[in-house]
C-alpha cells in the first residue's frame, strides 16, 4: 500500500477515533442544557463530528511536524500543543461558514466553542500520543518483533 493511502487511512481512523470517543461528551451537554428534551437538536453529532474533523487536522499536522521521527521521541506536551492548534482551527471552521442564532456576542461563543474544542484536542492528541507509544514499545518488546529485527532475544527465565 503506497504511503501516502497509509497517511490517509491513519487520517480518518484517528478521526473517527476522536468522534467516538466525543459523542459521549454531546450527550452530557444535553443532559445539561436540555433536560426536558424539547429542543431539536443532534446532541450526539455536535461533539462528534469536530471530533472527527479535529482528529483528521490533527493526523496532517502530526504527519507534517513529526516526519522522520519515531513515536518514541514525541514529547505528550508538544503533541498536545498540535492537538490544540488543529482544535483551534476546527472550533473556528462553523464562524467562518456563517454566524451563530442567538442574542449571546458572536466573540463569546466563538471563545467558547474555540477554548473547548481545543481542549479537547489537546487532550485527545496526548491520549493519542500516550496510547501509540504504549503499543509501539509493547510491540518492539514481543520476541518476534526482536527476531524479525535480528535482535538477540533474551533467554527464559527460570521457572
Known amino acids: 500500500m503506497p504511503s501516502w493511502l497509509r497517511r490517509i487511512r491513519a487520517a480518518v481512523f484517528t478521526g473517527l477515533l476522536w468522534g467516538g470517543m466525543w ?3 454531546g450527550i ?17 453529532l455536535i461533539f462528534a ?16 511536524r513529526a516526519r522522520g521521527r519515531s513515536l518514541l521521541d514525541l514529547s505528550p506536551r508538544r503533541v498536545a500543543l ?5 482544535g483551534l482551527v476546527t472550533g473556528a471552521i462553523p464562524f467562518f461558514i456563517g454566524e451563530p442564532a442567538g442574542s449571546i456576542p458572536v466573540p463569546l461563543v466563538a471563545a467558547t466553542v474555540m ?6 484536542s489537546a487532550i485527545s492528541a496526548a491520549g493519542s500520543l500516550v496510547l501509540a ?24 527465565a527460570p521457572r
Request: contains cysteine; charged residues 15%.
Open 23 to 25: 459523542a459521549p461528551i
Open 28 to 44: 452530557l451537554a444535553a443532559i445539561v442544557v436540555d433536560p426536558t428534551n424539547r429542543m431539536d437538536e443532534p446532541w450526539l
Open 49 to 64: 463530528v469536530p471530533g472527527f474533523l479535529g482528529g483528521v487536522l490533527f493526523s496532517a499536522v502530526l504527519a507534517s
Open 82 to 86: 498540535w492537538g490544540a492548534a488543529a
Open 115 to 120: 477554548s473547548t474544542v481545543g481542549g479537547l
Open 133 to 156: 507509544q504504549r503499543a509501539q514499545r509493547r510491540t518492539l518488546a514481543t520476541p518476534e518483533r526482536q527476531r524479525r529485527d535480528g535482535c538477540a532475544i533474551p533467554p527464559a
